[in-house]
């Protein structure tokens, strides 16, 4: 090899060090010309078989190809180097964003906190109480007869003799009056439990929203009727209609089971609503005395009205959905419907 072949090895190398378009390919550029059986190595090692009138020049050259073709490769590196670190990892812009879901409210929680809001703005606060309830809280107070059969193996979820899975949220009525003078103005969300086999309308594990409203002075099952009326508008929209039939509590005298109109056929008459155009949402009435003299009231100067409404059947109501197992099966499908 001579001089001028040796300024031919130079140009082509740094050419083809600065064509590499990323680290692989200067990889290769390198090992073409620096490694072990590269060109520049191999110009290295003809050296010694140079005539020795011409060695100092033509090592000199030699020398200065190969610290040309090392500076070369060095400075490209860093360029691409930086060139990823300006851009970020090599990146494509066609491909699909990362996906990411986040979570939203359960259909039951979103009736709940509604509830709440709407009966808030009337003076009620949210009261609490255990799933775990006590006999007297959940059946002697509240004026059960104790050969009631809802006290029944068959009915209620028994833990001991005096212990049970609550099978209403009425019980939280006795211990916010056990806790406070009235007046009392309260409703209770909560899991209330019976011993039922699960259908579309009924399952073992349900939710309810208790309320309770006692004064010092007169209140009446107008007053009931009126705030029901407004929590059916709230609630349902305009034009609901609300209606009470005489009904059965032990809890309360007088007591009505509570109707909104049919959201299916708007009153006219249905499948859904069996032909009434009525579907009952609550149970509701007076105090009765004898729940007072349970808590320590005297019921001559007091005066209240209860309720007690289900969720999932505002929530069926509300929401159009037909069986209430979809609550409790986790189905993402029906689940982000109410996102
Ligand atoms: N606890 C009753 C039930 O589970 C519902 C109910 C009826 C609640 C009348 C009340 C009430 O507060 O006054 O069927």
């Given at each position: 090899?001579?001089?001028?072949e ?10 083809a ?5 990323d680290a692989a ?7 073409k010309?620096l490694?072990?059986?590269g ?9 010694k ?6 060695r100092?020049?033509?090592g000199k050259?030699a020398?200065?190809?190969?610290q040309?073709v090392?500076a070369?490769?060095?400075e490209?590196?860093?360029a691409?180097?930086s060139?990823e670190?300006?851009s ?5 812009y ?5 996906w990411?879901?986040s979570?939203?409210?359960?259909p039951l929680?979103m009736?709940?906190?509604e ?10 606060t ?7 309830e006590?006999?007297?809280n ?7 007869a ?10 209620t979820l028994?833990?001991t003799?005096?212990?049970l899975?609550?099978?209403?949220t009425?019980?939280v009525q006795?211990r ?9 103005r ?7 439990y019976?011993r039922?086999t699960m ?23 107008a007053d009931?009727?009126?705030?029901l009326a407004?929590?059916?508008?709230e609630?349902m929209?305009e034009g609901i209609?609300?209606r009470f039939?005489?009904?059965?509590f ?6 009505v089971?509570v109707?909104f109109?049919?959201?299916?056929c708007?009153?006219?008459g249905c499948?859904?609503?069996k032909?009434?155009?009525?579907i009952?949402v609550?149970?509701?009435g ?8 349970h808590v320590?009231?005297d019921p ?6 209860a ?8 929530a069926?109501i509300?929401?159009g959905?037909?069986d209430?197992r979809y609550?409790?099966?986790?189905d993402?499908?029906?689940l982000?419907?109410?996102?």
């Amino acid at each position: 090899m001579n001089l001028e072949e040796l300024e031919a090895l130079k140009s082509e190398s740094l050419e083809a060090v600065k064509a590499a378009a990323d680290a692989a390919a200067l990889e290769a550029v390198r090992v073409k010309y620096l490694g072990r059986s590269g060109t520049v190595t191999a110009v290295m090692k003809s050296l010694k078989d140079v005539p020795p009138a011409e060695r100092p020049a033509f090592g000199k050259a030699a020398n200065a190809l190969r610290q040309a073709v090392e500076a070369a490769i060095a400075e490209r590196q860093a360029a691409l180097a930086s060139e990823e670190t300006a851009s970020g990892p090599a990146f494509d812009y066609t491909m699909p964003g990362r996906w990411s879901e986040s979570g939203s409210l359960h259909p039951l929680s979103m009736v709940v906190k509604e509830v709440a809001r709407i009966f808030s703005r009337i003076g009620f606060t949210v009261a609490d109480g255990p799933d775990i309830e006590t006999k007297f809280n959940n059946f002697t107070a509240l004026n059960t007869a104790p050969h009631h059969p809802s006290m029944d193996q068959s009915d209620t979820l028994w833990i001991t003799d005096d212990l049970l899975l609550r099978t209403q949220t009425s019980p939280v009525q006795i211990r916010a009056m056990l806790a406070r003078k009235p007046p009392v103005r309260i409703i209770c969300p909560g899991r209330t439990y019976r011993r039922d086999t699960m259908d579309a309308t009924h399952s073992a594990n349900f939710h309810q929203i208790e309320g309770l409203y006692v004064d010092t002075k007169p209140v009446s099952l107008a007053d009931l009727k009126a705030t029901l009326a407004y929590f059916a508008r709230e609630m349902m929209g305009e034009g609901i209609g609300v209606r009470f039939r005489p009904h059965f509590f032990p809890f309360t005298e007088p007591s009505v089971e509570v109707d909104f109109t049919c959201h299916v056929c708007g009153g006219k008459g249905c499948r859904v609503c069996k032909q009434s155009g009525w579907i009952e949402v609550a149970g509701a009435g007076m105090v009765d005395p004898r729940v007072y003299r349970h808590v320590g009231y005297d019921p001559e100067k007091v005066w209240g009205y209860a309720f007690g409404f289900g969720v999932e059947r505002i929530a069926m109501i509300k929401y159009g959905v037909p069986d209430i197992r979809y609550f409790y099966e986790n189905d993402l499908r029906f689940l982000k419907q109410f996102r």
